[in-house]
């Protein structure tokens, strides 16, 4: 049964890959994959790592309930936040409030739009976070170039850059959360020592990058257009919406750290303010004006499907971590090597397959602080390799989930196209670390 598990996991990964040929939708085979876990784990839990060296629960079916329950806390925190950011994006994109950065990116040449895109992904995510970052800058690639190839590449460049710049900042992360809260870093010490590798990390994927591509982009054709929103929004409106979309995402951080509440709560705070702010700014409009610019419509537009493969996605890897497989991925990875800088660079290139929190979580568990005292290299290190690993794959991270829902990007496309370049910027950021250190 602990096989068959991992086979269904596999399986359902390589039905999302196969998305295109196959013709399914990915959404599908993530929910299939998720619910198929959990009953496996139903059937065959005491063949499970987890209960190998351990006293069965008295009662399996109540303790798998607690775990999933556990899970689905967990799991519905992240898709709240994600329709939460997802619906103020949606929202400053009807009022066209994005044309205060699309209009001043007047550069058509590939390369040059590609290092803006780029660096501009990498800075906000630090003060962000990576998927919030994501979720903002597939929109704007979306009001700036029109050719698929193109859309795909700078949403596959900034998934790259969000989650290196994501890995220096405490709050950039999920993962270097989790360790910036259990005590494992501190945060200038991670600024201080990942600042570095974060940014060749993404420097260096940028200029090979550079070598191959060539030639100019075109605009979408609607930004050509004369008209302005979805009912003819002025200039006011549109920079007000803009404004407060920012900020409502910028106050984020700023609220969990005042209230130490889930990243959820400061996001659907800020998706009332501008819900009640619009109410009152298109109250003398015509209603079909209204209706077009209203909250209850962006919420049609936001894109249901990607929530729900989130979902089955990590519904399946947290079937794994109650199975116990990924804490004895850990502790094998730990008895073969034994060596910090060989173990967190698995770590990080697994997490490119399997989300990276659990298996964080499971090597918090089995290094105390007292072997690996707080802002030794093995945390440091541990923070850039989950944070940056996941970029290898697009389905290894919470960006690029949320980029291969917004822009369907291919899994296989990705693969081809941009996990070389990551690939080459992770290994490099951990050289980069190694002789710093």
Aim: proline content about 4%; overall charge negative.
């Amino acid at each position: 049964m602990a096989l068959l598990l991992i086979g269904v996991f596999i399986l359902g990964y390589a039905l999302i890959a196969l998305e295109h040929p196959l013709k399914i939708d990915k959404a599908a085979s993530a929910l299939l994959t998720g619910v198929f876990c959990w009953l496996i784990l139903l059937v065959g839990f005491e063949y499970m790592p987890a209960f190998q060296n351990a006293p069965l629960p008295d009662n399996p079916h109540e303790f798998l309930n607690e775990s999933l329950f556990e899970h689905l806390g967990e799991i519905s925190g992240i898709l709240f936040f994600l329709l939460g950011a997802m619906t103020i994006v949606e929202l400053v994109d009807a009022h066209d409030g994005f044309r205060a950065i699309t209009d001043r990116i007047s550069t058509t040449d590939r390369v040059k739009l590609l290092w803006i895109i780029s660096w501009v992904s990498f800075f906000l995510s630090a003060g962000l976070d990576n998927m919030t970052t994501t979720i903002i800058m597939c929109a704007l690639i979306r009001r700036i170039v029109r050719r698929q190839e193109n859309v795909w590449l700078l949403g596959g460049f900034v998934i790259v850059a969000a989650n290196a710049g994501g890995a220096f900042s405490p709050i950039g992360d999920v993962t270097t959360i989790m360790l910036w809260i259990g005590g494992q870093v501190t945060t200038f010490s991670v600024m201080k020592e990942l600042i570095l590798p974060s940014f060749v990390s993404l420097l260096v994927p940028l200029i090979a990058a550079s070598f191959f591509l060539k030639g100019k982009v075109q605009p979408p054709e609607q930004s050509l257009e004369s008209g302005h929103g979805q009912g003819g929004t002025t200039p006011f409106e549109q920079n007000a919406m803009f404004v407060l979309g920012g900020l409502g995402l910028l106050s984020v951080p700023v609220f969990k750290s005042i209230t130490h509440y889930p990243p959820y709560m400061g996001v659907l705070l800020a998706v009332g303010v501008l819900w009640a702010f619009t109410e009152v700014l298109h109250r003398s409009k015509e209603i079909e004006v209204k209706r077009g610019l209203s909250v209850a419509n962006i919420l049609r537009r936001v894109d249901t499907p990607s929530i729900l493969f989130f979902l089955g996605i990590l519904l399946a890897v947290g079937a794994l971590d109650t199975s116990g497989h990924l804490r004895l991925l850990a502790t094998t990875l730990d008895d073969t090597f034994g060596n910090i800088y060989i173990i967190n660079t698995l770590i990080g290139i697994l997490s490119s397959l399997v989300d990276n929190v659990p298996l964080v979580a499971a090597t918090m568990g089995m290094y105390p602080l007292t072997e690996f005292p707080p802002d030794s290299n093995f945390w440091n290190l541990l923070a850039y390799c989950a944070g940056t690993g996941g970029s290898i794959l697009i389905i290894g991270s919470a960006a690029g989930v949320a980029a291969m829902g917004i822009l369907k990007i291919d899994f296989v496309w990705y693969f081809k196209r941009i996990s070389a370049y990551a690939l080459l910027g992770y290994f490099s950021g951990i050289v980069v670390y190694y002789l710093l250190n």
